[in-house]
């Protein structure tokens, strides 16, 4: 009797062990890279076209491939640096050629070329779909050039949810990146669509980190540098002038292989206390060299995440080393960051165009100015909310309230007499007819501006207030193709941008919101948003208008005046959408009397 196991194909079961490996063209990049890097190369090119779903291509000058290993590399189970399972603990090298490769051919078209300096001929070997299709001897430079075309040729359903081109280029540049950023001596280039997007030459940390992140982050880094018998910690943390509202520019390698580590990263925050808001993060690029005896680095297929022996001495060793550069550069808190890295609230236009100012009178502040009664729109606003919230209320707020359908007079003047109140400079307390209501002012502006932005994108129409001296900025060579893509776009949201040079530009206007933090910086986190935003699949108007008020939104701890907090809350019941902020975050929260007096019995 026949059993029910059978013993796969060589073709599937690479193709099953490509889908473990090479998740997206990203993928192939870093595994191209890394082999490059153990051939021992110092120069290192990499091509790609359409985001690497036609293309991908590295040349190197390593020291290349015998014959037979030209041919082997492609052989499942195939490595370098794996001996026995001793070698398995001791892993310095990526693993030059083999493993991935035989992943790779199982999925695309791949022709190697390769050559030996002491050889007088190289070898060029096509394979397509695991199948040799040729293999000869030529005459070729030393090194070797891997091209893989048309990937995911045979595998139409990883094919189809590739992600969009700027997308898909997003990952590959952020593999690249993690390759070339601690290795600072070898020299790389990146061309996309035949346009260079990189152009690294031979240099130490310090000027790769400006090469890649650009002058202002030149300006605002220290470096780190402790050794132990232990472990050995290197490179750069950046001063708060270079903290971000969202992840992305930190960088920790053990062993040049970049990591990532919840564990790790929390060290490096903690260290940061007091000098950074806690929404926020750091800047840094650090490189830990540590005995592999001492790490697991085969615990992912991507050996992006490593065990530690002793996770919680490592940890140790990281705060202390950042708490001591801080320390050694004077590094003190900043008096008020959240003023200067994080936009004012500021009225609409019609009513006001300059930002505020405020003065910080404690945690909560109380009305003692009143503004004009609402308007029939803004009563027509609130009466839906109410209505809305009775039934729209989320599950977790026990205390929502429900209130008659029928506006009197009584109660428009009970509304006028309403006192509102900030808590902890990030809460808006606005009593109502049941209860109460919590506003949170950041994610309440964020919907504000949000729906402006929209709105004039819709339109085609925009205020802008020129600049006095034009500014001059710069940004990173795959920031500049997406910021001149949407330069058309960006003048509906206030901004005059033209293009200047490669990666540079002039800005000669801003929103008449203003901005205030430099509009360079403004520029490149806007960047950051927009690309992180792709991910989402979001149309161009709106990706553009939720880029634009994640950034230009209030922050958590920014006291506002009493009339700043009651137009917040009339601009937020104006708008569509009041309840929840773009990115999903909640605006309104209601509590009803009913619920205190229970919590009061009980």
């Known amino acids: 009797m026949s059993g029910i196991i059978n013993l796969l194909p060589d073709a599937l079961a690479n193709q099953i062990a490509a889908g473990e490996v090479i998740q997206r063209p990203a993928s192939v990049v870093k595994e191209m890279l890394e082999n490059a890097l153990d051939a021992k190369s110092t120069q290192i090119k990499l091509i790609i076209k359409d985001s690497g779903k036609t293309l991908i291509q590295v040349v190197d000058n ?101 992600k969009s081109d700027p997308v898909e280029l997003k990952h590959i540049l952020e593999e690249f990146t993690r390759i070339a950023l601690p290795n600072p001596d070898i020299f790389f280039s990146v061309y996309h669509n035949d346009n260079e997007l990189y152009h690294f030459t031979s240099s130490n940390l310090r000027q790769r980190i400006a090469s890649y992140f650009g002058k202002n982050a030149n300006e605002n880094i220290v470096p780190v540098q402790e050794e132990t018998d232990f472990i050995s910690i290197s490179g750069f943390i950046g001063k708060p002038e270079l903290i971000k509202k969202t992840r992305g520019d930190q960088y920790l390698f053990v062993n040049k292989r970049f990591i990532k580590s919840n564990y790790l990263n929390h060290a490096i925050k903690i260290a940061y206390e007091s000098l950074i808001p806690k929404d926020h993060f750091p800047f840094y690029v650090l490189l830990l060299d540590i005995d592999p005896a001492m790490i697991d680095v085969n615990i992912h297929p991507t050996k992006q995440e490593v065990k530690f022996e002793n996770e919680r001495l490592i940890y140790n060793y990281v705060k202390v080393a950042v708490k001591h550069a801080l320390g050694k550069y004077s590094i003190t808190p900043s008096l008020d960051f959240d003023v200067e890295n994080n936009q004012p609230f500021t009225t609409p236009t019609t009513l006001r165009q300059e930002s505020f100012s405020p003065e910080r009178v404690g945690t909560m502040t109380s009305t003692s100015q009143r503004v004009k009664s609402p308007g029939k729109q803004e009563k027509e606003k609130w009466l839906e909310f109410y209505e809305n919230m009775a039934n729209q209320a989320p599950q977790e707020q026990s205390g929502a309230i429900t209130l008659s359908s029928n506006w009197t007079e009584d109660e428009e003047d009970a509304t006028d007499s309403q006192k509102c109140f900030q808590v902890h400079d990030s809460y808006i307390i606005s009593p109502i007819k049941s209860g109460w209501m919590v506003i949170d002012q950041s994610a309440a502006h964020e919907r504000i501006l949000y729906e402006r932005h929209l709105k004039a994108l819709g339109k085609r129409q925009s205020l802008s207030q020129t600049s006095l001296f034009p500014e001059t900025i710069q940004v990173s060579a795959a920031n500049a193709q997406i910021l001149e893509s949407l330069l058309s ?65 209030i922050a958590k701890g920014k006291s506002l005046t009493d009339i700043e907090m009651q137009e917040l809350i009339d601009q937020l019941f104006a708008c569509e959408m009041p309840y929840v902020s773009p990115s999903g975050k909640k605006c309104i929260i209601t509590f009803g009397l009913d619920e205190v007096e229970q919590r009061f019995r009980n």
């Open 62 to 162: 390593g020291i290349g491939m015998t014959e037979t290993d030209a041919r082997l590399c492609f052989e499942r189970h195939a490595t370098s640096k794996i001996q026995s399972s001793d070698d398995l603990f001791q892993i310095r090298s990526f693993g030059f050629r083999g493993e991935a490769m035989a992943s790779i051919a199982a999925i695309a078209h791949v022709e190697l070329k390769t050559k030996r300096a002491e050889d007088e001929l190289g070898t060029y070997v096509s394979i397509e779909g695991s199948k040799v299709k040729k293999q000869e001897p030529q005459q070729l430079p030393n090194g070797s050039s891997i091209t893989v075309r048309n990937l995911f040729y045979n595998v139409p359903a990883r094919r189809k949810f590739l």
């Open 489 to 553: 776009q960006l003048k509906y949201v206030g901004f005059q941008i033209e293009k200047f040079g490669q990666n540079t530009f002039v800005v000669n206007a801003l929103p008449v919101d203003g901005l205030d933090i430099p509009s360079d910086k403004f520029i490149n986190n806007f960047i950051t948003s927009y690309i992180a935003n792709q991910e989402l699949e979001l149309k161009l108007d709106e990706n553009i208008a939720r880029s634009m008020a994640g950034q230009m939104k």
